[in-house]
């Protein structure tokens, strides 16, 4: 059976996001309960084969909360919708840096502790974010402590 996720009057739209990673987002964007909110998880996508999908009645994302989406969602679409129609869309790119996001998993680094700066990369499938104090690189698909 072919599940959908209903059409929103007003907000924002982002499909194929990688599986699991719709959680990271809604963490991220910290909404707060005051925005109506469609979670689609482990949906069938043709593309990706399983992807997420939030959608987020009646809100924009600013550009500072477009370049930390796209860290969980590189290469999903991001669409924004008036009127039931779609008025922008674009595929989110990986920003170059990050900040305030990753805690390094380097127990030895300065930044273990406190907000840290990763510049971000991309090799094949992974994504690969280097730590600006201590120059460790990381799996980013196998980190788990976001300081979101």
Known sequence: MDKKIGAIANGVNIDHIPQGN??????????????????????????MGLKDLVKVENYRLSAEQIQAVSIFAYGATYSEIENYQVVRK???????????????????????????LFKLSANNENLVATCHYCEHNYDLKAMNEFNI
Request: aromatic residues 6%; proline residues 6%; positive net charge.
């Open 90 to 116: 674009f595929q989110l790119t990986l920003p170059e840096t990050i900040a305030n996001i990753i805690i390094c998993p380097n127990h030895r680094c300065i930044s273990h502790q406190h907000r840290s």
């Open 22 to 47: 719709a959680w990271h987002i809604l963490r991220l964007l910290k909404l707060e309960r005051k925005y109506p909110v469609g979670i689609g998880l482990n949906l069938i996508s043709k593309r």
